[in-house]
Each structure stands twice: as C-alpha cells, then as structure tokens.
C-alpha cells in the first residue's frame, strides 16, 4: 500500500498550477465571510510570511510540506487580491432614500427594457449633496419616454434615489455589493425624461461602443422581427434586456438559459467558425499552403474576430474568461503548444481572479469554470484513449451527435450543483433539449450570424438575420414543447453551504487528481445529501421593517404570508428558499384576523401573532411565542415580552430577518449578521444587529 501510495503521489507531481486558481479562491471566499473588514497589514505580511516559507521549503526540499506552503500562499494571495480590490473600488454611496432631487452627469450606459429603460451615469450634481459624498455611479430606471440622450452625453433629470438594496433574506444573493464592485453607489427611478446639456463631438470608445451595440441589436430586431430578433440580438451583442420575459422562463426551464450569456460556446463558436473558414479557405489556394503557416494566419484571424465579439457583447466578465481562453488557445496554436488543457483552465482563472476577485463568489463565475474544467477533463481522458472517429460521412455525423450529447451530459452534471444551490432549481429535461437545439445553434445560427454582422456595413445583412431568425423559432418551437412537459423543473430547496463545498470539493478532485485515489470523492455525495436531509429551515420571515412575514405551517408545504401585495421580492426569495412553485398563490394570514390581531400556527408548533396596535401586541406577547408588532415605538413591550418580539423599527436596525425551530429552542438570524460591517453596507444601514430578545 505505502509503495502504491507513493506512485500515485508522483502522479500528481507537477500539479500544482491546476489548484492554484482553487485556493486562491478559498482565500477570496475567507475574504468576504468575514464579519469586519480585516486590516489592510493582514494580506501584506501574510503575503510576505508564505512567500518566504515557500522559498525555503522548497530550497529544503520538503517535498509535501513544500506544496502546502505553496498551497498557503496561493490562498493568502487570494485574500490580499480580494482585500486591494476594494480598496480600489471604493467610492461613496447615499445612507438613505431620497426625495426626487436634481441629477446631472455623464450618461455612461443605457439598456433597452420591455416598457422601461435603464441608465448608469456618472454623476456630477444631485441636489445639493456635496461634491465629495457623490456616489461615483448611479443607476436610474426610467419608464415612459426616455428623452434622446445617447452614451457619452452630459444629462440632467429628476429622479428619487436609495442606498444599494441589501438582501431579502439573511444568507440570500447580495446584490449591493455586486454594486458596490461596479462602483454605484445608489439605484432609484427617473420621473422625468434626461435632457441633453451637452454632447461631446468625439464622445468616449467606451460610449461609441455602447451606442454601436445599440443601433446592432436595433437592426437585428427589425430585420428578424420583435420575437426572434432579441434572443439573436442577444447573441450577438449581449443586450439580453428587451427579450420576452416568458422566453427567458421557457429557455431557463429547459437549461438552456446559458444561450442568453455571451460565454465560453459563443466565444468558441465564433472564433472556431472564423479559425475554421479562413484555414479552409487559404488550405485550397497551393502557394500559400505548401510554403505558409496558413493554420497560424487562421489561429491570428480567429483572435480577431474574438476581439470584436468581445466589444459588441459588452465586456462582461464570462465573455473576458471566454475570451482569455481563446487567446491562450490560439496563442498556444501559434507557439505550436497543446491548446486545449487543464494548465490553460487554470491560467484563465487565474487572469479572471487577478483582475476582478469578487468574480470567484459569482454563480456565473462558478458554473462557467466547473463546465469547461469537466469538460476539458473528459476531452483529454478520451483523447488520451485514442477514441477518435475519422473515416466517412456517417462516422464524422456519428462524432458530432456523440460528442454534443456527450457535452450536454458532463457540463449539465458538472453545473447542477451549482443550479441548485444558488437558483433552486433543476431542469430535468436539459439534456435531450440541448442535443435536439444545439446542432441548430452550432450550424445554423451563430455562423449565420457572423456573416450577418460581416455584411451589414454594406446593408447586405438582412437575409442572413432572415436565416438566423427561422432558426430560433425552430429552437424556441422546441423549448416551448419541451418546457410544456409534466414535470420539467424540479424545484429545490435551499442547500446548506457545507453540502455545497463537499460537492463542489469532489467535482474538483475528480477532474484535478490523476491517480485513482481520486474515485474516492465519490464518498463526499451521501455525506452531502445528508447535510442537505439534517440542516434545520427557517420556520419564519419577516421582511424590511416588518412590512411582510412568512412562515410555514405545521405539516403543510405551503408558505402563508401576511399580505400578497407587499414587499413581492422578498416572497419570490422566500419561496425560491423553500422550493416552492414562485407562480402558486399564497394564502395570506389575514384570514385568520380579528380587528388589529392575527394569529397562526408554525412549524414547531409555535404559535405567531401580527399586532398592529400596542395592545394587541401585549396580549400576544403573554399567549403567543413570537409576536411581529407593526409599531415604530415599543412603549415598554420589550420589557415585559416573554415572547420572541420583532417591531418595524427593530427590523429596520437589523434588516430582514429568519427564525429557525431547533432542539434549543428558536434562534434568530438577521442580514447584518450575515453581512456584517463591510464597505458595501454602509449605505444600507446594517450596523450589527443586538437586542433581539424574547
């Protein structure tokens, strides 16, 4: 055993670089887990420490020890490139909503809405804030006329803004910190179309761009038509914003809502069309094959062709992962070097991590790189075997089918996981729908569509979105049917995040290990699934000031809600937590109301009781277990409360709430608790919660 031990640790000599990418995101996720931000001293010295105790392991020759220290540095490195991050990106933000206020500044971004739009601008004035606590971005929705302002414009509207929204329930997605990394600093609503106080006569490349994408996606739209053109328009240039909302449910419901987001198949698709047709092309004129290195000519014009799609996409961060994997595999083309490789995968998120860490705590981030490390596992396992078709039409068609089914398979294992924990949700007939769309999305509409873009400076464009349009009917013609089926979605509850790690854990070491030790991650799976089958669940919300509760009844999978009509968002995450049908109707608690009292059974059993005067909500605090008192002004109550009591103000202090039934009794989570007291909640009031009593 200790011999075979051995082998197989040579085996993974040399292997370090594919977890490289993996520790540093461990100290990314060690980074925002924490409650206080940690002194700036923290990542520099821990840097300097396992940087020196690197080098002298390996000068000594430790052997495991040497790969551990090096492991440790990797993950400090993490957490000082997540730490330098936000030091970076920090800019002021509003502490709370405003009245509707003068705003002027640069108009950076518009994105078409069905019925709305939405603008990013850099702000120069609002109201009569000084110029230092300006927020740096904000983002504005403005419905009805809009005005004719374009990207690059100085503007001015009136509008009424609030601090980046905190989460709708503790543990839930963090949207004001994906905002804080995008440097805004308030969302709010525009009640007055922008007027134009400036247009500049060469306006910014970024602003040029962004305007150019916009007149692309206009073009696509009227030439394929206002059901086929977005979802083209969309793979085209990125601006997924006008599509039809049902068609984005049918599309997700089928898994293949990665259509939408420009990624690695788009960015593939588009430079191994280009790679392919220029290398068949200059294959067939004799004097440049036979003394020209006409394969690097093609691998030159592929990275092209990847740079503008990057442009007309939008930038966004899976199309940058998918276009720094292009130019390492084309780049290794041109080095002759292998081009498809794990050591590649891992140098690509290696880049991604640098340059943007809060990316590693993304799901986009997280599913795009578990599908192509799965993926390239599999290519180089199988190419290794030699499991090659190359001989006659049926065969090469045979390899084509296998292959894509193949794909299907290992990139919708590989992602499920992922899908589950962060969206609660399974499509259970993604893959017959991806081996049925994905040969007409991989023939028949993205070649299609880069020569649509190739002819449209000569207006010689619009058959082609004729073609390309036919074919997303057909595919949206077969996601409907597919999406109509019994049972198309599985609806999941929320995961713990130790069953997640465990899972994710043996994906890594499965695809990363050679040696067969790596079989035994299969171990993780039960262990998993019985994380998953003992974490309590919450047996109580309540929403922003107390404006909404929920909770589940006694042997009932159902939610109860005190009012359908209030706070809607935090509902959906309330249902998408416990895996319930989001379009189902509640039942609200005020049928079981009297005068200013309701009162309910939960899980537990507990009983609850909604008071909405001072009186109410003291008799419910001598008979019930948890009282929600709508009031802004306890009087006394939490003095003399034996219940678990939550007011409007307390909740406003300590953001939306959960209460979970355990064997000690209940216990109570808040969002500040979860959030802590980072640059990112500073403009939502969460200050670290205390007092909750009862």
Not at 13 to 24: E, S
Not at 134 to 161: K, M, N
Not at 240 to 247: C, G, K, N, Q
């Amino acid at each position: 055993m200790r011999e075979r031990l051995a082998r197989w640790a040579v085996m993974e000599a040399g292997r370090l670089i594919l977890w490289a990418p993996v520790f540093m995101i461990v100290g990314i996720a060690v980074y925002f887990s924490l409650p206080q931000e940690p002194a700036f001293q923290w990542g520099g010295v821990g840097l300097v420490f396992s940087a020196a105790l690197s080098v002298f392991a390996l000068r000594r020759r430790w052997g495991v020890a040497a790969w551990w220290a090096r492991a440790v540095f990797m993950l400090i490195l993490g957490f000082a490139l997540a730490q330098v991050r936000t030091m970076s990106v920090t800019a002021p933000m509003i502490m709370q909503t405003t009245d509707i206020l003068p705003v002027e500044g640069y108009l950076e971004r518009i994105e078409q809405r069905p019925g709305s739009q939405r603008w990013t601008v850099r702000t120069t004035r609002i109201g009569g804030m000084p110029s230092e606590t300006l927020p740096h971005l904000i983002r504005v929705t403005r419905r009805g006329w809009p005005g004719e302002a374009r990207p690059g414009d100085l503007v001015s509207f009136r509008a009424s803004l609030s601090p980046p929204p905190a989460p709708a329930l503790p543990g839930g997605f963090d949207y004001g910190r994906q905002l804080f990394f995008e440097r805004i600093g308030a969302v709010g609503f525009s009640v007055t179309p922008s007027r134009t106080m400036w247009r500049p006569e060469r306006p910014p490349l970024a602003a040029h761009i962004d305007d150019l994408r916009t007149r692309i996606a206009d073009r696509i739209i009227e030439k394929a038509g206002d059901r086929n053109g977005p979802v083209l328009a969309a793979l085209v240039t990125g601006q997924r914003e006008r599509i039809d909302p049902d068609i984005v449910d049918q599309l997700r419901d089928t898994g293949l809502a990665h259509l939408l987001a420009i990624s690695g198949l788009h960015m593939g698709l588009v430079c191994g069309f280009i790679y392919f047709g220029v290398r068949t092309v200059l294959v067939r004129i004799e004097a440049l094959a036979l003394y020209y290195p006409v394969r690097k000519w093609a691998a030159v014009a592929a990275l092209l062709g990847g740079t503008v799609y990057l442009s007309l996409s939008g930038g966004a961060w899976s199309a940058q992962r998918a276009y720094i994997m292009a130019v390492i595999s084309f780049g290794a083309i041109l080095f002759d070097r292998q081009a498809i490789s794990l050591r590649n995968v891992a140098f690509v998120a290696i880049i991604i991590l640098v340059m943007r860490p809060e990316a590693a705590m993304s799901a986009g981030f997280q599913m795009s790189f578990a599908a192509v490390t799965a993926l390239t596992a599999t290519y180089l396992a199988w190419n290794h075997k030699g499991r090659r078709a190359r001989r006659g039409l049926l065969s090469r068609a045979g390899l084509f089918l296998g292959g894509l089914s193949t794909t299907s398979l290992i990139a919708g294992l590989a992602t499920t996981p992922f899908a589950i924990f962060h969206f609660h949700r399974v499509a259970h007939f993604g893959l017959p729908t991806n081996i049925l769309v994905m040969p007409i999305v991989t023939t028949a509409v993205i070649p299609v569509a880069v020569l649509g873009l190739m002819a449209m400076p000569f207006g010689l464009d619009g058959p082609f979105w004729w073609v390309a349009a036919t074919s997303i009917e057909v595919v949206l013609t077969i996601t409907g049917k597919m999406a109509a089926l019994p049972h198309a979605v599985g609806l999941v509850p929320q995961w713990p995040g130790s069953a997640f790690v465990l899972l994710v854990g043996a994906l890594l070491a499965l695809c990363l290990l050679r040696a067969p030790w790596r079989w035994a991650s299969a171990a993780a799976l039960p262990v998993a699934f019985l994380l998953v089958w003992m974490t309590p669940r919450p047996v109580l919300f309540v929403a922003e000031e107390a404006a909404n509760v929920g909770f589940r009844p006694p042997a009932v999978q159902t939610l109860h809600v005190a009012n359908r009509r209030r706070e809607r968002f935090a509902m959906t995450q309330w249902r998408h937590y416990f895996g319930l049908d989001p379009d189902a109707r509640l039942s609200a608690l005020t049928d079981l109301c009297r005068e200013d009292r309701c009162q309910a059974e939960m899980e537990g059993p507990y009983r609850l009781s909604v008071a909405t005067t001072s009186e109410a909500a003291a008799l419910a605090c001598r008979e019930d277990d948890v009282v929600i008192a709508v009031l802004w002004e306890e009087r006394g109550l939490r003095r003399s409360c034996r219940a678990l009591l939550f007011t409007a103000d307390s909740v406003s202090r300590t953001g939306p709430v959960s209460v979970l039934a355990s064997a000690k009794g209940l216990q109570v989570r808040t969002v500040n608790d979860y959030r802590g007291n980072r640059p990112w909640t500073h403009g939502t009031r969460s200050s670290p919660s205390t007092g909750l009593g009862g």
